[in-house]
Protein backbone atom coordinates (compact mmCIF):
# COMPACT_ATOMS: atom_id res chain seq x y z
CA UNK A 1 0.00 0.00 0.00
CA UNK A 2 2.71 2.62 1.06
CA UNK A 3 4.39 2.06 -2.41
CA UNK A 4 1.18 3.39 -4.29
CA UNK A 5 1.91 6.71 -3.90
CA UNK A 6 5.18 6.23 -5.87
CA UNK A 7 3.52 4.19 -8.90
CA UNK A 8 0.93 7.10 -8.84
CA UNK A 9 3.98 9.37 -8.99
CA UNK A 10 5.95 7.36 -11.86
CA UNK A 11 2.34 7.57 -13.66
CA UNK A 12 1.89 11.44 -13.38
CA UNK A 13 5.69 11.31 -14.72
CA UNK A 14 5.45 9.31 -17.44
CA UNK A 15 1.77 10.59 -18.78
CA UNK A 16 2.63 14.32 -17.73
CA UNK A 17 0.02 15.08 -15.19
CA UNK A 18 2.49 17.18 -13.16
CA UNK A 19 1.11 20.26 -14.39
CA UNK A 20 3.62 23.59 -15.26
CA UNK A 21 6.19 23.09 -12.17
CA UNK A 22 7.03 19.71 -12.46
CA UNK A 23 10.12 19.44 -10.43
CA UNK A 24 8.44 21.50 -7.65
CA UNK A 25 5.32 19.12 -7.61
CA UNK A 26 6.96 15.82 -7.28
CA UNK A 27 8.97 17.92 -4.27
CA UNK A 28 5.70 18.35 -2.64
CA UNK A 29 4.26 15.48 -3.27
CA UNK A 30 7.39 13.56 -1.81
CA UNK A 31 7.59 15.77 0.87
CA UNK A 32 4.03 15.47 2.04
CA UNK A 33 4.03 11.52 1.84
CA UNK A 34 7.44 11.42 3.71
CA UNK A 35 5.63 13.11 6.34
CA UNK A 36 2.52 11.71 6.41
CA UNK A 37 4.09 7.84 6.35
CA UNK A 38 6.78 9.01 9.57
CA UNK A 39 3.55 10.06 11.85
CA UNK A 40 2.00 6.41 10.54
CA UNK A 41 5.25 4.81 12.02
CA UNK A 42 4.98 6.66 15.16
CA UNK A 43 1.04 5.88 15.04
CA UNK A 44 2.18 2.23 15.38
CA UNK A 45 2.60 1.75 19.15
CA UNK A 46 -0.46 3.84 20.09
CA UNK A 47 -2.30 1.59 17.47
CA UNK A 48 -1.06 -1.71 19.08
CA UNK A 49 -1.79 -0.33 22.40
CA UNK A 50 -5.66 0.69 21.51
CA UNK A 51 -6.16 -2.48 19.56
CA UNK A 52 -4.54 -4.88 21.82
CA UNK A 53 -2.85 -6.71 18.59
CA UNK A 54 0.73 -6.81 18.04
CA UNK A 55 0.59 -6.91 14.30
CA UNK A 56 1.05 -2.86 14.25
CA UNK A 57 4.87 -3.24 16.05
CA UNK A 58 5.45 -5.93 13.25
CA UNK A 59 4.86 -2.90 10.67
CA UNK A 60 6.44 -0.14 11.76
CA UNK A 61 10.04 -1.41 10.96
CA UNK A 62 8.60 -1.37 7.44
CA UNK A 63 6.57 1.84 7.59
CA UNK A 64 9.68 3.65 8.70
CA UNK A 65 11.40 2.87 6.07
CA UNK A 66 9.02 3.39 3.58
CA UNK A 67 9.03 6.76 5.48
CA UNK A 68 13.02 7.12 4.87
CA UNK A 69 12.24 6.24 1.22
CA UNK A 70 9.91 9.08 0.72
CA UNK A 71 12.27 10.89 2.26
CA UNK A 72 15.48 10.37 0.00
CA UNK A 73 13.01 10.76 -2.87
CA UNK A 74 11.93 14.60 -1.51
CA UNK A 75 15.65 15.43 -0.69
CA UNK A 76 17.20 13.87 -4.18
CA UNK A 77 14.22 15.42 -6.22
CA UNK A 78 15.40 18.88 -4.58
CA UNK A 79 19.40 18.31 -4.38
CA UNK A 80 19.43 16.51 -8.17
CA UNK A 81 16.28 18.40 -10.33
CA UNK A 82 15.73 21.50 -8.09
CA UNK A 83 19.37 22.54 -7.50
CA UNK A 84 21.05 20.30 -10.35
CA UNK A 85 23.67 19.20 -7.62
CA UNK A 86 24.96 22.68 -6.97
CA UNK A 87 26.43 22.11 -3.73
CA UNK A 88 27.06 25.68 -3.16
CA UNK A 89 23.47 26.64 -3.97
CA UNK A 90 22.26 23.66 -1.41
CA UNK A 91 24.94 24.76 1.59
CA UNK A 92 23.90 28.72 1.08
CA UNK A 93 19.36 27.06 0.97
CA UNK A 94 20.49 25.10 4.26
CA UNK A 95 22.42 27.96 5.99
CA UNK A 96 19.50 30.62 4.51
CA UNK A 97 16.34 29.14 4.44
CA UNK A 98 15.24 27.94 8.39
CA UNK A 99 12.56 25.31 7.04
CA UNK A 100 15.49 24.10 4.57
CA UNK A 101 17.67 24.01 7.86
CA UNK A 102 15.10 22.21 9.88
CA UNK A 103 14.07 19.89 7.01
CA UNK A 104 18.07 19.14 6.56
CA UNK A 105 18.80 18.11 10.43
CA UNK A 106 15.27 16.09 10.08
CA UNK A 107 16.88 14.22 7.16
CA UNK A 108 20.42 13.77 8.84
CA UNK A 109 18.79 12.40 12.00
CA UNK A 110 16.54 9.81 10.18
CA UNK A 111 19.91 8.30 8.15
CA UNK A 112 21.44 6.51 11.15
CA UNK A 113 17.36 4.89 11.92
CA UNK A 114 17.12 3.89 8.52
CA UNK A 115 20.89 2.48 8.35
CA UNK A 116 20.37 0.60 11.84
CA UNK A 117 16.75 -0.88 11.37
CA UNK A 118 18.05 -4.93 10.64
CA UNK A 119 17.88 -7.08 13.41
CA UNK A 120 21.15 -7.40 12.65
CA UNK A 121 21.94 -3.94 13.98
CA UNK A 122 19.22 -3.88 16.97
CA UNK A 123 21.19 -7.23 18.17
CA UNK A 124 24.79 -5.24 18.13
CA UNK A 125 23.41 -2.10 19.70
CA UNK A 126 21.42 -3.76 22.43
CA UNK A 127 20.19 -0.89 24.57
CA UNK A 128 21.64 1.58 22.20
CA UNK A 129 19.83 0.70 19.46
CA UNK A 130 15.94 2.15 21.31
CA UNK A 131 17.52 5.12 22.23
CA UNK A 132 18.98 5.93 19.31
CA UNK A 133 15.86 5.47 17.78
CA UNK A 134 14.14 7.35 19.71
CA UNK A 135 15.07 10.35 17.89
CA UNK A 136 12.55 9.48 15.39
CA UNK A 137 10.52 11.91 17.49
CA UNK A 138 12.98 14.83 16.79
CA UNK A 139 12.74 14.12 13.49
CA UNK A 140 9.36 14.15 13.19
CA UNK A 141 9.34 17.42 15.17
CA UNK A 142 11.85 18.82 13.08
CA UNK A 143 9.90 17.31 10.11
CA UNK A 144 6.45 19.20 11.16
CA UNK A 145 8.56 22.80 11.78
CA UNK A 146 10.27 22.18 8.60
CA UNK A 147 6.06 21.67 6.54
CA UNK A 148 4.97 24.65 8.64
CA UNK A 149 7.53 26.96 8.08
CA UNK A 150 7.16 26.17 3.85
CA UNK A 151 3.89 26.14 3.60
CA UNK A 152 2.10 30.12 2.75
CA UNK A 153 -1.06 30.73 2.72
CA UNK A 154 -3.57 27.93 3.67
CA UNK A 155 -1.97 26.57 6.77
CA UNK A 156 -4.49 24.04 7.71
CA UNK A 157 -2.83 21.23 6.40
CA UNK A 158 0.22 21.52 8.01
CA UNK A 159 -1.38 22.55 11.32
CA UNK A 160 -3.30 18.99 10.99
CA UNK A 161 -0.07 17.60 10.59
CA UNK A 162 0.83 19.36 13.68
CA UNK A 163 -2.03 18.13 15.95
CA UNK A 164 -1.31 14.73 14.69
CA UNK A 165 2.08 14.76 16.23
CA UNK A 166 1.53 16.79 19.55
CA UNK A 167 -1.24 13.64 20.12
CA UNK A 168 1.09 11.41 18.93
CA UNK A 169 3.63 12.93 21.26
CA UNK A 170 1.22 13.29 24.49
CA UNK A 171 0.36 10.03 23.99
CA UNK A 172 3.72 9.14 24.25
CA UNK A 173 4.30 11.20 27.78
CA UNK A 174 1.11 9.94 29.28
CA UNK A 175 2.52 6.59 28.73
CA UNK A 176 5.84 7.06 30.64
CA UNK A 177 3.96 9.60 33.47
CA UNK A 178 2.95 7.49 36.57
CA UNK A 179 -0.99 7.55 37.33
CA UNK A 180 -2.16 8.40 40.33
CA UNK A 181 -5.00 7.30 42.64
Known sequence: MLSLPFVY???AVFNNLLG???IETITQFTGEWA??????SLAMTPLRMVLKKPWPIRLRRMVGLFAFFYVL???STYALLDQQLDVSAIVADIIDRPYITVGFVAFVILVPLAL???KGMMKRLGKRWQSLHKMVYVAAVASVIHYVWLTRGDQLEPMVYLAVLVGLLLFRVKKFV???A
Not at 35 to 40: D, G, H, V, W
Open 9 to 11: LVY
Open 20 to 22: ANP
Open 35 to 40: LRILLL
Open 73 to 75: LHL
Open 116 to 118: TST
Open 178 to 180: PRT
